[in-house]
């Protein structure tokens, strides 16, 4: 099936599919309407932090102020659905995701922080440039094959609630193939955080999955130490996700294979015997708002 890619296309790379190895769109072209505000904390300068930082100048004004106490809540994020390998992997963070205090997480590896006016000014922008858009659009010009990812835009709106609008192949397609022009600057306002360098991510509880290996493969070990037994019985509600806390989630660290974002190849995982059956694993850390 073909599709039609105009300048957009040719100026960004594709994205990595999202919901199996990697959604982190790269490459997307500046918009004319500008970029994300650039103050913020991480490995590569001297930003300023805080609510008593200088942030850039903003795009406008928020509704609502920037949540400043209370749990810390996700406020925008970039990731992707479907795509060549589907969904197999479920482990899959954002792309991008910004939370409440400013903290900025690049799929689940990398952090930083924005100062309270580069945040205001972000969401300021990012609201009104999704603001009065479907929960899907499609482009105007040609069709997007199915092996391209779904891009998913997700804003916390004035009023609390979260808005979400999805996109298929947006990166690769973008104003020039017919996308509103609003959609595709709010996906490049969010896909530019990922220039900040930030410092590794990491974190006490970590989120891991469990599957059931195909029969007949490697003998499997005994069950580790101190690492949650599966829910689930074998079949097809064999894959589970679960996030482990303290002394278990040191026994997951352990025993299971690290997700890698980004990396499709498939890994030898060593299986292990359950009172369920035999399962591999795979983890993560968990990101703030990650609780199960």
């Given at each position: 099936?073909?599709?039609?890619?105009?300048?957009?296309?040719?100026?960004?790379?594709?994205?990595?599919p999202?919901?199996d190895?990697?959604s982190?769109?790269?490459?997307?072209s500046?918009p004319s309407?500008?970029?994300?505000?650039?103050?913020?904390?991480?490995s590569?300068g001297?930003p300023?932090t805080?609510s008593?930082?200088?942030?850039?100048?903003?795009?406008?004004?928020?509704t609502?102020?920037?949540?400043?106490s209370?749990?810390?809540?996700?406020?925008?994020?970039?990731?992707?659905?479907?795509?060549?390998?589907?969904?197999?992997l479920?482990l899959?963070?954002?792309?991008?995701?910004v939370y409440?205090?400013?903290?900025?997480?690049?799929?689940a590896?990398?952090?930083?922080?924005?100062?309270?006016?580069?945040l205001a000014?972000?969401?300021?922008?990012?609201?009104k440039d999704?603001?009065?858009?479907?929960?899907?659009?499609?482009?105007?010009?040609?069709?997007?094959?199915?092996?391209?990812?779904?891009?998913?835009?997700?804003i916390?709106?004035?009023d609390?609630?979260?808005?979400?609008?999805?996109a298929?192949?947006?990166?690769?397609?973008?104003?020039?193939?017919g996308?509103?022009?609003?959609?595709?600057?709010?996906?490049t306002?969010?896909?530019d955080?990922?220039?900040?360098?930030?410092?590794?991510f990491?974190?006490?509880d970590?989120?891991?999955?469990l599957?059931?290996?195909?029969a007949?493969?490697?003998?499997?070990e005994?069950?580790?130490?101190?690492?949650?037994?599966?829910?689930n019985?074998?079949?097809a509600?064999?894959?589970?996700?679960?996030v482990?806390t303290g002394?278990?989630?040191?026994?997951?660290?352990?025993?299971?294979?690290?997700?890698?974002p980004?990396?499709?190849?498939?890994k030898?995982?060593?299986?292990?015997?359950?009172?369920?059956?035999?399962r591999?694993?795979?983890w993560?850390?968990?990101l703030?708002?990650?609780?199960s």
């Amino acid at each position: 099936m073909a599709l039609m890619f105009g300048a957009a296309a040719c100026s960004s790379s594709a994205s990595k599919p999202a919901a199996d190895g990697s959604s982190s769109p790269t490459g997307a072209s500046s918009p004319s309407t500008g970029s994300a505000p650039s103050s913020a904390t991480g490995s590569g300068g001297t930003p300023a932090t805080g609510s008593g930082g200088t942030s850039a100048p903003g795009t406008g004004t928020p509704t609502t102020p920037v949540p400043s106490s209370g749990p810390v809540q996700r406020v925008a994020e970039i990731h992707s659905e479907g795509g060549f390998a589907g969904n197999a992997l479920r482990l899959q963070p954002p792309a991008v995701v910004v939370y409440s205090d400013g903290t900025v997480v690049l799929n689940a590896s990398k952090r930083y922080t924005l100062d309270s006016g580069a945040l205001a000014s972000l969401l300021a922008s990012v609201r009104k440039d999704l603001d009065g858009l479907p929960e899907t659009v499609s482009p105007t010009k040609g069709r997007p094959i199915p092996d391209i990812p779904t891009t998913v835009l997700g804003i916390r709106k004035g009023d609390g609630s979260y808005q979400t609008v999805r996109a298929a192949g947006l990166p690769q397609i973008g104003k020039d193939g017919g996308y509103p022009a609003p959609l595709y600057d709010a996906y490049t306002k969010l896909n530019d955080l990922n220039a900040t360098a930030g410092t590794p991510f990491t974190g006490p509880d970590v989120r891991y999955l469990l599957s059931c290996p195909a029969a007949g493969g490697t003998k499997p070990e005994p069950w580790p130490a101190g690492m949650p037994q599966p829910v689930n019985a074998e079949g097809a509600t064999c894959v589970e996700i679960h996030v482990a806390t303290g002394p278990a989630a040191a026994a997951v660290r352990t025993a299971c294979q690290a997700y890698l974002p980004g990396d499709l190849q498939s890994k030898p995982a060593v299986p292990y015997q359950s009172d369920k059956g035999v399962r591999t694993c795979q983890w993560r850390y968990a990101l703030p708002d990650e609780t199960s």
